[in-house]
C-alpha cells in the first residue's frame, strides 16, 4: 500500500445565480486515530440530487451518509475497488428502496497509503491533477437526447437510486507528494473546460475552490455547484505526528455565501444597439403622412426611454427586494423548527456537508450552527439531530 501520505483538503457548494436550495452533498470520512488512518485511510464524496425528482437532496445526503457507513464495515474484498463497488451498489438499493422517485449522482476516492481509489455513478467527475497536468479520471453516463427546442441535453444513464441494479465504475492512481484530486458536480463543468479547471487547480486549495465557484456563477450558475480538492502531504510518521496533522485542520470546509460571485459583481447585460430608421428618401419628403411617421417612431421610443429611467429605482428596488427573499440572510439565525420539515418514516433531512470521525455512528455537522448526528439501532435509516443555536438546544425526531 506504501507509504501513508497525509490529506490535506478543502471544500464548498453553492446554490448558483438561479436557485435558492441546494441538492449538492459533500461528506468526507477522516479519523482521529493514526491506527483508523493506516486502517481505513481517508475516504471524499460527492453527490449531486437529480433536480426535478421528489427528495433529491435527500438523496443525496443519505448516499452519502449510507457510504461512509458502508466503507468502514469489515470486508472480504481483496481490493478497495472491490470493496468501494460494492459500498455503493449497497448504498443504491437501499437509497431506491427508500424513496423509489428519487436518484442522486455520487462520486468519491478513497486515499489508502499511496493509492487513490475512484468510484463513480453519473456526471459528477473526478480528476487527477500532478505538476500542473489535469486528467480527467471518471466518464460522464450521460447521453445526448432532444430538448424539444431544436437542441439537445444530456440525460443520465445511471444514478444511485434509480434502478435497484446498478453498474458502478472504479479506478485506481498511484500517488506522490503533491499530487491533487479534484472531485466537481456539474454546476461547474457545464461552464468550465478541464483546461480552466487545470488552471485553477494549481491555486492554494481555499483559492482554487472559491475560483471554480466564482467562475462557475459568473458564467451562469444555472446549477448547484460543488468542489472538492485533496492535496497529498508528505507521509505520517506516527501517532503523534498525525495527531498535530489533523489538529491542524479541524474540518476542510470553505464558507461561500449563496448570492453572486464574491470576487467581483456579475457582469451587466449587453443590451443591443438602438434601432436606426432609415433616413426619409427625398422623393417623398413632400408627403407630410410618410415624413411623420418615422418622426412619431422616433417620438414613442423617446417616450419609452423616458419611461424606463423613471421606473429604474423601482425596478432596482423590486429585484433587491426578491433577490433578498429568494437568499436568506447567512449572518441572521434562524429558528431552528424551520429547518426541519416533516418528513415520513425511513427518511432524514441533514445539511449537505457532513463529516464522520471516530466511527460509523457518530456524525458531526459544519455550518452556521452545529449538530451532532447519531443512528438509531432499533431505525437504521432514521436520524436523531440535535440542532445547537444562539441561546437555544432543541431536539427533533
Not at 37 to 62: K, P, Q
Not at 94 to 118: D, E, P, R, Y
Not at 126 to 154: E, M, R
Request: glycine letters at 6%; charged letters at 15%.
Amino acid at each position: 500500500m506504501g507509504d501513508n501520505l497525509r490529506v490535506f483538503a478543502a471544500m464548498s457548494r453553492h446554490c448558483g445565480q438561479h436557485r435558492t436550495s441546494n441538492e449538492d452533498a459533500l461528506g468526507y470520512y477522516y479519523p482521529q486515530h493514526y491506527s483508523d488512518f493506516e486502517a481505513h485511510g481517508v475516504l471524499m464524496a460527492l453527490a449531486d440530487g437529480v433536480g426535478g425528482l421528489e427528495s433529491g437532496e435527500l438523496a443525496s445526503d443519505m448516499a452519502i451518509l449510507l457510504l461512509v457507513e458502508e466503507y468502514l464495515k469489515p470486508t472480504s474484498y481483496a481490493t478497495m475497488a472491490a470493496h468501494l463497488a460494492a459500498a455503493v451498489r449497497q448504498v443504491n438499493l437501499t437509497v431506491h428502496q427508500i424513496f423509489q422517485k428519487s436518484a442522486t449522482t455520487l462520486v468519491a476516492v478513497a486515499v489508502t497509503g499511496n493509492q487513490a481509489t475512484f468510484v463513480n455513478v453519473g456526471d459528477s467527475r473526478a480528476y487527477y491533477w500532478s505538476h500542473g497536468q489535469l486528467t480527467q479520471i471518471t466518464q460522464d453516463h450521460t447521453q445526448a437526447v432532444p430538448n424539444g427546442a431544436g437542441g439537445f441535453k444530456n440525460k443520465l444513464t445511471r444514478a444511485i437510486g434509480h434502478k435497484p441494479a446498478l453498474e458502478v465504475d472504479t479506478f485506481t492512481h498511484t500517488l506522490a507528494v503533491g499530487d491533487r484530486l479534484v472531485l466537481v458536480s456539474d454546476g461547474a463543468t457545464r461552464y468550465l473546460s478541464n483546461l480552466v479547471i487545470q488552471e485553477y487547480a494549481a491555486l492554494p486549495l481555499e483559492t482554487a475552490v472559491k475560483k471554480i465557484i466564482d467562475e462557475s456563477n459568473r458564467a451562469g450558475g444555472i446549477d448547484n455547484i460543488s468542489v472538492l480538492i485533496l492535496e497529498l502531504g508528505t507521509p505520517v510518521k506516527d501517532e503523534s505526528d498525525f495527531r498535530a496533522h489533523r489538529s491542524a485542520q479541524p474540518n476542510f470546509y470553505v464558507s461561500i455565501p449563496d448570492g453572486p460571485p464574491a470576487t467581483e459583481p456579475l457582469p451587466v447585460p449587453v443590451l443591443p444597439p438602438p434601432m436606426v430608421l432609415p433616413p426619409v428618401p427625398a422623393k417623398v419628403s413632400s408627403t407630410h403622412r410618410q415624413s411623420r411617421i418615422p418622426i412619431l417612431v422616433l417620438l414613442l421610443l423617446f417616450a419609452i426611454g423616458v419611461g424606463v429611467v423613471a421606473l429604474r429605482p423601482q425596478l432596482q428596488a423590486e429585484l433587491e427586494r426578491q433577490f433578498a427573499t429568494a437568499v436568506p440572510s447567512q449572518s441572521s439565525p434562524t429558528a431552528a423548527a424551520t429547518l426541519i420539515p416533516t418528513l415520513p418514516d425511513n427518511t432524514l433531512r441533514v445539511n449537505r456537508v457532513l463529516t464522520f470521525e471516530e466511527s460509523a455512528v457518530t456524525y458531526k455537522r459544519i455550518g452556521q450552527d452545529t449538530a451532532a448526528f447519531a443512528l438509531k439501532p432499533a431505525q437504521p435509516y432514521r436520524l436523531q439531530e440535535i440542532y445547537t443555536m444562539p441561546d437555544t438546544t432543541q431536539w427533533y425526531r
